[in-house]
Nanobody, 115 residues
């Protein structure tokens, strides 16, 4: 079992920045990929960014150049630096971890971007 706890959400004006954190605990040695997903109001949950064990990353097209995912293996924590935030970035951000065929999710953290 893997437990994920997100933090760092909040309210910000358009153009502002936020950093989200996701701390993993439990049986984490075989996690292959960790990522962030956004569930915007009335929409399906979508991938924002992911980072693999080796450090390679991928991003949703709409987030490229504005968001950066990183990890600190010593702290078992993944970060999402969000810059130049837009109102359409509003929603609940979920951290997830892939461990073989298993997918784990955090409880989510709300991000609200006002115009």
């Amino acid at each position: 079992q893997v437990q994920l706890v997100e933090s760092g959400g909040g309210s910000v004006q358009a153009g502002g920045s936020l950093i989200l954190s996701c701390a993993a605990s439990g049986v984490i040695y075989s996690i292959n990929t960790m990522g962030w997903h956004l569930q915007a109001p009335g929409k399906q949950r979508e991938l924002v960014a992911a980072i693999r064990r080796g450090g390679s990353t991928n991003y949703a097209d709409s987030m490229k150049g504005r968001f950066a995912i990183s990890k600190d293996d010593a702290k078992n924590t993944v970060y999402l630096q969000m810059n130049s935030l837009k109102p359409e970035d509003t929603g609940i951000y979920y951290c997830n971890a892939e461990q073989g065929a298993r997918m784990y999710w955090g409880q989510g953290t709300q991000v609200t971007v006002s115009s």
